[in-house]
């Protein structure tokens, strides 16, 4: 199997978080890894995206290659859209519809809605109204992994399991906030996809 | 041995650690920063009591480093790119000391600049002082490095070059640990006189360095990280260096190459290699992630050999790092991309965060200067450098470390008056103190703000090198107390500050005022973590 996903955001949104617990499901299922991620300038505000490469054989180039992404992750609609190139004819858009915005010319989300929902294989999803529903608004993240669950060739268990270890050291409560989150996230996909 | 899940940074500071490293030396500076921010971590290096302070600035690391080293004991020195230029008077001479106990130089560049003001190439310093350089193409190779560069720095009598690009120092991937070394015991130079560079002596070492060349050359032969990889079709030859193996493979599917590949991750050029690929294919394509340094060795001033293919004949693009689909178009192979960016997408800059104080100063600045124009002032490297975007469009200038008063010192010599300088703290302890010194000698018309959040900011938060120390710093140097002026930037002191600064501007000669206020973001992460303390 592989999964090549790009995951998008915007500084400080917490997309290492979402590659953190896919990682670890990886390392479980004893796949090949490789994760690039951006820090440095743009971590103040500007666009991130983080590439995540997923094998069950090894992996050559930290970076994926245009046209060949399975998935892009988004928890942001602006920032989904910003890495279509990459995306391969096949895969699939997941994204939040929640907009940060922090320029001037932000676009309106009447406009990325159009682009998003042009696009056929597209989930966009409310994540931040979801996570409050399920008990925590700092969970949006980890919706947006359940939402993009379906997508992944990992085990839903393997998943839980790296979001446990993820946030284990912080309490059970925090785990089972985020593990609610997961399932909302994934039960969201699976009725609209 | 356990199996990691590491950054490429992070995978250089395990295996130094696991190489029998004492002490590691260092600034913070994209993408090196996350080295020491590894070995911090560990508790490994706190049971061992692993030397790991940050320093005032690379020229400082790079010295402390070398004195560890004098004393036997195995030291790493990391730094940006850039960083390498600071500390360029120490390394360019510690090729000539040699080494006692091992020295590994992590030098990271940052090709297309993702967060710096150049792309230098960190190998063409390596090659002038004539000292190895290893160039990892994964994490788990940048953990072998460093566990080996060690012994190949004392066999070889000199530093070794650990070089990296961004995006293996910041990228994630399994590493697998070896067997802990023990570190090295304090031992002086066998030599009393070895690093001691009076011309005499330093003459005789240089011969010396001179002399090791061929013993480098056997090493970069038989080293495991220089691999010739047949192929059939030799109608084409590759050497793809570093990062650029992995950017290369990519493009073969199941990692079938067609042509003969010499992957090249030890310099200096195995020169036998070389010339196996050189004789065996009708041309050669080289792939190097920054700049042409390879390419210019083997096409020579006047290319009058076979066809060279690279950075300097189009093949590649002159310029940017290096990435799969640059890869395959050097290689002829068609990219598919997918759809296009909408046109909806907007670009989306970093910004100084909300809440910052220098938001507060370029306010207040910004104000003041309406009586004066624009165009008057200089700055630096930092996350005050973002005022040059909108809304603040407030600074003219962002050169290297502490040239914003050295260059508000210039403007104002050359008439500009008044001149103004903004700095941060942790640029100012790092290269500012001495260019205060020269305004101060010569009473220059110039207003110096050391804006400062107690950090440095840019890179994530690590300890500003005179935290609480800045106005007695400034007063020691011999700035005039009555134009020493510490400020709070906050929206409730706006029409003091402005008056303090309005004044300042109007004095001939040199003012220094200090806005002080903490980094937002180490504000927030202290709250959050004084909270969790006592909520256990």
């Known amino acids: 199997m592989k999964s090549d996903i790009i995951l998008g955001g915007v500084g400080g949104q917490g997309i290492l978080s979402i590659a953190a617990a896919i990682g670890l499901a990886a390392l479980k299922n004893n796949l090949h890894l490789k994760q690039s991620e951006v820090h440095g300038m743009s971590q103040r505000g500007g666009d991130v995206q983080s590439h995540l490469r997923i094998s069950s054989k090894p992996i050559a180039s930290d970076l994926i290659p245009k046209g060949k992404a399975d998935l892009i992750i988004s928890v942001e609609p602006m920032e989904g859209l910003r890495y279509l190139p990459f995306l391969s004819k096949d895969g699939w858009l997941v994204t939040n519809i929640t907009p940060f915005n922090n320029i001037a010319d932000y676009p309106s989300i009447e406009d990325l809605l159009k682009q998003i929902k042009a696009f056929p294989n597209h989930i966009a999803i409310d994540a931040d109204a979801i996570a409050k529903a399920a008990g925590s608004s700092r969970s949006s993240n980890i919706v947006m992994l359940g939402a993009a669950s379906p997508f992944i060739d990992i085990p839903y268990e393997r998943l839980e399991d790296g979001i446990r270890q993820l946030f284990g050291k912080k309490g059970d409560e925090l785990v089972n906030t985020n593990l609610k989150a997961l399932k909302a996230g994934r039960e969201f996909t699976e009725k609209n996809r | ?536």
Not at chain 2, 202 to 229: D, H, T
Request: charged share 20%; aromatic share 6%.
């Open chain 2, 1 to 536: 041995m356990e199996k990691l899940l590491l950054l490429g940074d992070e995978a250089i500071a395990q295996g130094a650690i696991d190489g029998g490293m004492s002490g590691i030396y260092a600034y913070p500076g994209t993408p090196s920063t996350e080295i020491m921010e590894f070995v911090h971590g560990s508790k490994i290096a706190e049971d061992l009591n692993i030397h790991r302070l940050w320093s005032a600035n690379e020229k400082t690391a790079m010295e402390s480093a070398l004195g560890m080293s004098y004393a036997g004991k195995r030291s790493m020195v990391c730094f940006k790119h850039v960083g390498l230029n600071v500390a360029a008077d120490a390394f360019v001479n510690a090729s000539i000391t040699g080494v006692n106990g091992g020295v590994i130089v992590v030098s990271a560049d940052d090709p297309s600049m993702h967060s710096s003001q150049n792309e230098q190439d960190s190998r063409f310093y390596a090659k002038f002082t004539m000292i190895p350089i290893l160039e990892p193409s994964n994490q788990q190779e940048a953990y072998d490095m460093a566990y080996y560069g060690f012994e190949l720095s004392e066999k070889l009598n000199v530093p070794v070059m650990l070089r990296i690009t961004t995006r293996l120092a910041h990228s994630r991937a399994g590493v697998q640990r070896k067997e802990m070394k023990k570190q090295n015991q304090l031992k002086l130079p066998s030599d009393p006189r070895q690093f001691v560079l009076l011309p005499a002596i330093a003459r005789k070492n240089y011969k010396k360095l001179i002399g090791m060349q061929p013993a480098m050359e056997v090493e970069s032969e038989k080293s495991p990280f220089n691999q010739y990889i047949d192929g059939a079709d030799k109608k084409l030859g590759i050497i793809a260096a570093g990062l650029a193996f992995n950017y290369l493979m990519e493009n073969y599917v199941d990692g079938k190459n067609p042509h003969p590949i010499l992957k090249l991750s030890q310099y200096p050029l195995p020169e036998k290699q070389v010339a196996k690929l050189y004789n065996q294919c009708d041309a050669i394509l080289i792939l190097e992630d920054g700049a042409p340094l390879i390419e210019e060795m083997l096409r020579g001033f006047l290319n009058l050999g076979k066809p060279i293919h690279g950075r300097l004949d189009g093949t590649v693009p002159r310029d940017g790092e290096l990435d799969p689909n640059v890869v395959a178009k050097a290689l002829g192979m068609e990219v598919h991309e997918g759809q296009v960016v909408p046109e909806v997408v907007k670009n989306r800059p970093p910004s100084l965060c909300q809440g910052c104080g220098h938001r507060d100063v370029f306010e207040e600045l910004n104000e003041v200067l309406l009586d004066y124009g624009t165009g008057r002032v200089f700055s630096d490297i930092g996350c005050y450098t973002l005022a040059a975007l909108p809304p603040f469009n407030s600074i003219n200038s962002c050169v290297d470390m502490g040239a914003s008063i050295t260059m508000a010192i210039g403007a104002a010599d050359a008439g500009l008056v008044p001149a103004v300088s903004v700095i941060g703290d942790s640029t100012f302890t790092h290269s500012g103190m001495t260019g205060l010194l020269d305004a101060v000698n010569k009473n220059s018309p110039i207003t110096v703000i050391i804006s400062d959040n107690s950090t440095t900011g840019m890179t994530g938060g690590q300890t500003s090198a005179a935290h609480g120390r800045i106005y007695e710093i400034c007063k020691g140097l011999g700035v005039d107390p009555e134009h020493l002026i510490t400020m709070i930037p906050l929206k409730k002191h706006h029409e003091e500050n402005v008056k303090i600064l309005r004044r300042e501007l109007e004095y001939k000669g040199l003012s220094v005022l200090i806005p002080q206020r903490e980094c937002i973001q180490t504000f927030a992460r202290r709250k959050k973590s004084e909270k969790n303390e006592s909520n256990e």
